[in-house]
């Protein structure tokens, strides 16, 4: 239920001992780190299991596909996974129909969220800027009239940022009996950044089945 497009993000202070770095930017995948920093290996990540599958990254699956999270980090991990469970592992278990046996239904989650600036930028204006330059002695009224300034003033912080919607839609149908279970699920993002225009816009979509 977080508003986070990210499996690994949603895992931030809900663990203790684990470490996730996320830039915020949109379409970023967070980093996950078990057992701090080392020097001694390129590779610092955990080990990703999903569904029982070893894999490269978690940034396909959507937080609300997840059934549950669990991060190992003792030396039974190690016994289990090998080697390469030295930086701890994370198991994921995603949904499945198992939970609706004898009652398939048909579920939509959707979740909206706005981003914006914590606080507005504190920027000179035009006429403090002018009053700066002409202190330090690198700019005076010449030079103005040499670009033919007319006294214009622009916002910048407004002008570079802008508050935007994000949103997150699920659809999906999940059922069950004594001989099986099924559940599939498409999932849509449309996460827009804080910068004014379309450069930092992600969308993805994805189904599980």
């Known amino acids: 239920n977080q508003s986070v497009t990210d499996a690994a993000a949603a895992l931030q202070g809900k663990a203790s001992g684990?470490?996730?770095?996320?830039?915020?930017?949109?379409?970023?995948?967070?980093?996950?780190?078990?057992?701090?920093?080392?020097?001694?290996?390129?590779?610092?990540?955990?080990?990703?299991?999903?569904?029982?599958?070893?894999?490269?990254?978690?940034?396909?699956?959507d937080?609300?596909?997840?059934?549950?999270?669990?991060?190992?980090?003792?030396?039974?991990?190690?016994?289990?996974?090998?080697?390469?469970?030295?930086?701890?592992?994370?198991?994921?278990?995603?949904?499945?129909?198992?939970?609706a046996k004898g009652n398939g239904r048909i579920f939509y989650?959707?979740?909206?969220s706005l981003s914006s600036l914590a606080r507005p930028l504190k920027n000179m204006n035009a006429e403090q800027y002018i009053a700066f330059g002409k202190d330090y002695g690198w700019l005076n009224d010449a030079m103005l009239e040499g670009i033919n300034y007319n006294g214009t003033d622009v916002d910048w912080g407004s002008e570079v940022f802008e508050p935007t919607w994000n949103s997150r839609h699920t659809?999906?149908?999940?059922?069950?009996?004594?001989?099986?279970?099924?559940?599939?699920?498409?999932?849509?993002?449309?996460?827009?950044?804080?910068?004014?225009?379309?450069?930092?816009?992600y969308k993805r979509l994805s189904v599980q089945v």
């Open 63 to 99: 937080p609300s596909m997840i059934e549950s999270m669990e991060v190992l980090k003792d030396a039974a991990s190690a016994a289990i996974y090998g080697a390469q469970a030295g930086n701890g592992v994370v198991l994921i278990t995603t949904k499945t129909g198992a939970g």
């Open 18 to 61: 684990v470490h996730i770095i996320n830039s915020g930017a949109p379409g970023a995948g967070a980093e996950i780190r078990v057992r701090g920093y080392s020097s001694n290996s390129g590779n610092i990540g955990p080990l990703l299991i999903v569904d029982g599958l070893q894999v490269d990254n978690i940034q396909y699956l």
């Open 171 to 201: 659809v999906g149908f999940q059922a069950g009996n004594e001989k099986g279970n099924v559940f599939v699920s498409i999932n849509n993002v449309d996460n827009n950044g804080i910068f004014a225009g379309d450069k930092d816009l």
């Open 109 to 112: 989650n959707t979740q909206f």
